[in-house]
């Protein structure tokens, strides 16, 4: 890969290229200069379609490109195509809906993890298979390799599942693009539509693409590979899970003729002493690794990351909100970040203990004002089927038709779990006799003959449906007595009290970002993101990596991105003491430090009031 000049790489119209760009190399203006010159080059602008990974980067490259004391300073009417691969898949499949069993009116996406799950496993029990056959399909979608086979056994839950979620109008994340595929490789004019529109087809985030996006890509681009401008870091993959495979960028070569791959070699966000560091964590875990890259850098060199060692969790907490503390007082932007999202509960609490503002990533909405929440949306539309479905979960689970043994650990008995299963089964079926003229609301309500759980859930339905009728009639404090009482939720008042409260607080508690504010992340929800000083904790070694992903290589990448976050300081914490919930391993206490730490090849700095023997 021999280095070339900006230049060359921007203005190269002649062969399919990949970008190869390290954290903060400054893909962001690459993408937006790249469609500069396009423009000034003369190509239609209708013809050029930028993809991002996420939303907010796809308004961060319109706004780019429209600042009109910025760089590029383009009208709108020049603006390219600009999107999330997601969501061109969603704009593609409302093409042709009836094609995929959709209906192109109030056609929804459903992103919701607890919902995909549960409706799978209702697609995996009407097929007369377990619950944890349901799993494997899952996994079989998300890495976009799914072929509908019949005669695989997690193909069948997979057609299965998008046939309730037919019935239910809705597409899930991945099959925006796995069911834009198969739109675009039946109607050749369509194909033809979004080929001419991606003439010149610009995607960011190479590096987290699955089978999928890359057939999406593969199609979009068949017409004029030229025009194929992609922009990617392996090292910065960390979307296995999902199928993502950096064997995308390093087969780039292979998988479009003629194409160049090139580097660029600029460090504009991280200083040498936080790069060299990380580079030393992908060289001893990552071995397909591209290798270092001879980077210039854009800043001067600053203080090496501090590893300190902390005696437990909640020391680790007031530390880090100390640290946090002394930056936003010099107005800088803080990123924290988390292995897992279990560690966000202490943090906070610290936080806000030094009143310091910060927001943070989970909806930590109490459960049971989400379930009222559900209950007020079914009720206004009793016809969504997905909506009925959630509330049928949430009454068996806490509320009026509760079925025990929902967790199926060993908390229940054996009996309990296989009589729950027995009644999820039951439920499923209901699935069967939901057609067109038949929502699921009407299956249940006009059930002959109902066992004891579907008598229940009509009587929970029909008493919600009934007292929201009065409801609009002015009768409000028998609607939520109802819904409390059907869902389950807040029997004793005081919970309903505290529910509240935390609402009130978490809303109290939301502040704009930007400088001299806190961000609270998990790992892997750190791409894309910068800030002057990140906070990484956790970082023991049956943490960090994480034993059950058993994905050494990625682990090192996912780290390498979320120390690449950082500006000016970047702090790593580990524990001595861990409690049970958060550790993976079976110690707790004496914790060895991540394997991570000591590729960097430093001691840590103990921060007790104790001495450790070690
Ligand atoms: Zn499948």
Redesign the pocket.
Known sequence: MAPRKYEEIVTNFSSPTLVLAGPGAGKTYLLADRVKRLLDNGIDNESITVLTFGKDASQHMREELLNQTGHFKIEFKNLPHISTMHSLGFTIVQEKPRYVNLLKTNLKVQADDVAKRLLFRDAALICGFSEAYSKE?IG??EHGD????PN?K??I??SKYREVMAKCNRLDFDDQILLACKILEKYPDILEKYQLQSEHLLVDEYQDINAAQFHLIELLSRKNRKGLFTVGDDAQSIYGFRGCDPKFILEFGDNFQGAIVVTLLHSRRCHRNIMEPSFKILKSNYPAWTGEPKLKYHKPDGDTPYIWHLPNELLEAKQVAKVANSAIKEKKEVLILTPKKDFFPILTKELKKRKIPHTCSVNLTPERLQVVNRVIEWVQDPNDNFKTRLVVEDFINTGIAKVPGADKDNRSSSTTIAKRIDEEIKIAKLWESVSKKNDLFSVIKNYANPYMTLAKLQEGFASIDETYYNFKGNNRGEFAKKIAFVSGVWIEPSKMVEDILEVVKILKDEQPTGTGSVRLLTLRKAKGLEADVVIVVGLEDDIMPNPRANNIEEEARLLYVSMTRAKEKLYLFHCFKRPRNISYGPELTKKPRSRFLVAIGRKSEWKGTYKVKS
């Open positions: 399909a079989c979608k799914c072929t509908e086979e695989k997690k193909c839950i997979c």
